[in-house]
């Protein structure tokens, strides 16, 4: 699930990643061009009810790309994310988009 905010600060969106408690999981990073694909830059974060949740500030008026990468080997797209686009080992990304309406 993706969640976008407006931020108070700049130009930037406040968008949530959030991966729901089907996945059994015991670690989860978020992936993607917006980090430069970095596997464990972006760690996120087990809430009380078992679901994995980051928030992150991303540039209003931009696409990107991002899978979520589960116990270090498992990927899962964002099944509500924006838009997917193929990726060049056959499988799709997730896109989300923060468009300027979502910025402050």
Not at 61 to 88: C, H, I, M, T
């Amino acid at each position: 699930m993706i969640r976008k905010q407006r931020s108070h600060e700049d130009d930037t969106v406040l968008v949530t990643f959030e991966l729901p408690t089907v996945i059994g999981a015991n670690s989860v990073y978020l992936v993607g061009d917006f980090n430069a694909w970095n596997q464990h830059d972006t760690p996120m974060h087990r809430n009380g009810n078992g679901t994995w949740q980051i928030t992150l500030p991303l540039k209003a008026g931009r696409q990107f790309q991002f899978r979520y990468l589960v116990d270090g080997k498992r990927w899962y797209n964002d099944w509500e994310a924006d838009s997917y686009v193929s990726n060049p080992y056959g499988g799709k990304n997730s896109v989300v988009i923060t468009s300027s309406d979502h910025a402050a």
